[in-house]
C-alpha cells in the first residue's frame, strides 16, 4: 500500500498512466469489450485489469490522471448500437465520476461501436474491469498538470 493513492491502482496500472504523455488515450472496457487482441495493438501492447466497477475504476484513475483541455471531448463513450443518443446507466455514472474529479461538469462524446474499436486499437492502454453492464466501454485523454508557478 501507498499513501494517497487509491488502493486499485495496482503497479502496472501505475506505470502505464505515468508513461503516458499529454494526448495519449487509455480505454477503459467492460467484460465484454474484446479487452486482450485490442490491447495487443496499442502502445503498451498488453492488458491491464482493474477489478471493479467501471464507475469505481474510472474514480480511481482519475485521482492521479489529469484531462486532456484542449480537445472538445478527452473523454468518450461506445454509443448504444441502434440508439446512439441512449446514455446507459454505466455511462451516467462514469459522467458522474467524471465531473466529480474535474469539480464541474465535463460533457463526454459518443463514438459509434466498430469506430470505438479502430479508436481504442491506436491508444496508449487497455484498462479491462470487472463491470458486465452494457456499454462500459470509454476512451479518455491524458492531459497536463500546469506548473505550480
Not at 482493474?50 to 492521479?64: E, F, K, N, T
Not at 443518443?85 to 458522474?96: L, S, Y
Not at 467524471?98 to 462524446?109: Q, R, V
Request: glycine share 6%.
Amino acid at each position: 500500500m501507498l499513501k494517497n493513492l487509491d488502493p486499485l491502482l495496482n503497479a502496472d496500472v501505475l506505470h502505464a498512466l505515468r508513461a503516458m504523455g499529454h494526448g495519449d488515450y487509455l480505454v477503459l472496457s467492460d467484460t465484454n469489450f474484446p479487452s486482450d487482441s485490442v490491447a495487443r495493438k496499442t502502445v503498451l501492447g498488453k492488458l491491464l485489469r482493474i477489478d471493479a466497477s467501471c464507475p469505481r475504476a474510472a474514480r480511481a484513475i482519475l485521482s492521479v490522471m489529469p484531462l486532456d483541455t484542449f480537445v472538445e471531448h478527452a473523454v468518450f463513450r461506445m454509443e448504444v448500437v441502434g440508439n446512439p443518443k441512449d446514455i446507459q446507466p454505466v455511462q451516467k455514472e462514469v459522467q458522474a465520476e467524471i465531473d466529480k474529479a474535474e469539480g464541474k461538469p465535463w460533457p463526454m462524446g459518443s463514438i459509434e461501436r466498430m469506430q470505438f474499436y479502430e479508436v481504442a486499437k491506436k491508444a496508449y492502454c487497455v484498462i479491462t474491469t470487472a463491470e458486465t453492464r452494457f456499454y462500459g466501454c470509454f476512451v479518455f485523454t491524458k492531459g497536463v498538470i500546469p506548473p505550480k508557478d
